[in-house]
């Protein structure tokens, strides 16, 4: 009787463990939510929308979509940091990810602890746009006249802390301007209220604005990166229009609660380098400025820590907060 005990115990034992390669070839076997905690029409929804409908496509499971915005992500990402680490249930999120923590007194997570980095998707670049209604075609000119008019120009963002809000923030800093921040949820309610004047300008990602900036519903004067960029070659770097060593670029990825098993971590980043090769998925990131980024795992952990301490050090510096 003992030996048929033993017996059992141990074949329970063998089926209840998975080996590691095991459980990646049968992930995902049901469908997996991915939470966006920012609203549609931003530039973190149209890389989540676009890179999870291919990964959909190519492993046969369906990757819903889950829109949960407020407070500058940090809604999502709570709900994330809380759900079980069995790949059921991933994020994709912004750099402001990692500048919430410097900006917020109290967050109901810990940034770094709570998370694990699954891959970068793609970079994300800044442009200055206005408000056809402001007298500016220029960085330059755009400067003098913030000089002149302090604390009156009004410039919209996707949220305090949004790699939007701290692009402007260190501009003002670095170029000796005051201008008031108003924070809207998300990029795609930012822009359509610059859209549509109630603010005067936006450092906005490109995406979130091409539509408004060929409908000339709205200026564009300066780009963030360190190079023009291809959309929009005759638009200057705001390090051109005379803010010396002003860059500013950043990154849209994808992250799950800590804990992931290291199988399915793989097999998620794989998949999504598999996605971002795609010539398709490639080209229509790329025509908005969200170039696709590819990291292993182990380097997106060095970015989220390097990247979190630029962002302590750039709230620091340009005295953001949130309002």
Known sequence: M???????????????YAPPAAMAQTYPAKTVRVIIPWPPGGSNDIVGRLVMQKMSENLGQQFIIDNRGGASGIVGSDLVAKSPADGYTIMVHSTTHVSNPHLYGKIPYDTMKDFVGIAPLARQVGILVVHPSLPVNSIKEFLDLGRKRPNQITYSSSGNGSFVHLGMALLNSMSNTKMIHVPYKGGGPAAVAIASGEVQAMMATVGSVIPHINSKRLRAVAVTSDERITQYPQVQTIAEGGVKGY???????????????????????????????????AEKLSSQTLDPMFMTPEQFAVRLKSDYDKYARVIKETGAKVD
């Open 2 to 16: 003992r030996f048929i005990l033993h017996a059992t115990l141990v074949a329970l034992g063998v089926l209840s």
């Open 247 to 281: 860059e500013f670029t950043a990154w849209i990825g994808a992250l799950g609660p800590a804990g992931l098993p290291k199988p399915v971590l793989d097999r998620l980043n794989g998949e999504m380098h598999k996605a971002l090769k795609d010539r398709s998925v």
